[in-house]
């Protein structure tokens, strides 16, 4: 039932979207602020963070802790066959938009697989199961696949199910 690899952020295959995509607030984690569907400002013409070897001295500990789960080479590769919003800019908005329910999807997914270390029954192993198929269909996701998909449907069902299963938690003393 787990397939965790896809959950493994591999930024070689990505288009920089964790750069662009989300904004953020300055604060003790972001140096500056940064508007959404906007380049970070230390992203070089190649997609590569100029400073990624002092992010912690720059003050950038937020990118240093940042884990996609893998959501970001899963957009380019798999909904974009490897485009870029780098050498085709109109792509900025789908890709970011894409990127932000991915990275939600891969969100969940890494909860509904940490459910396999749980003594779960076969009724709760059977809807972690179903869960995981509708966030990971066998088909793969589509952009427009991912625009239809009713996200907040699929959360709350993940959340409540996730909610449920408190009883196998080892009760603090």
């Known amino acids: 039932m787990t397939d965790r690899t896809m959950l493994r952020a591999d930024c070689t295959r990505c288009a920089a979207l964790c750069c662009m995509a989300p904004a953020f607030d300055k604060s003790p984690s972001f140096a500056f602020s940064k508007n959404a569907e906007t380049a970070c400002a230390n992203l070089d013409g190649a997609g590569l963070c100029a400073i990624h070897a002092h992010l912690m001295q720059k003050g950038f500990s937020g990118c240093v802790v940042y884990d996609c789960l893998g959501a970001g080479q899963r957009v380019t590769q798999e909904l974009f066959d490897g485009r870029s919003w780098l050498e085709e800019p109109r792509l900025k908005t789908p890709m970011a938009q894409a990127f932000a329910v991915m990275r939600r999807i891969h969100t969940l997914l890494e909860l509904l697989y940490a459910t396999d270390a749980l003594p779960l029954d ?4 059977q809807q ?6 509708q966030l990971n269909p066998p088909a793969g996701w589509s952009e427009d696949a991912l625009k239809q998909a009713p996200m907040e449907e699929i959360a709350t069902a993940a959340k409540a199910f996730l909610q449920s299963l408190k009883h196998h938690a080892p009760s603090r003393a």
């Open 128 to 133: 972690a199961g179903e869960l995981i198929a």
């Open 122 to 125: 076969a009724g709760e192993r």
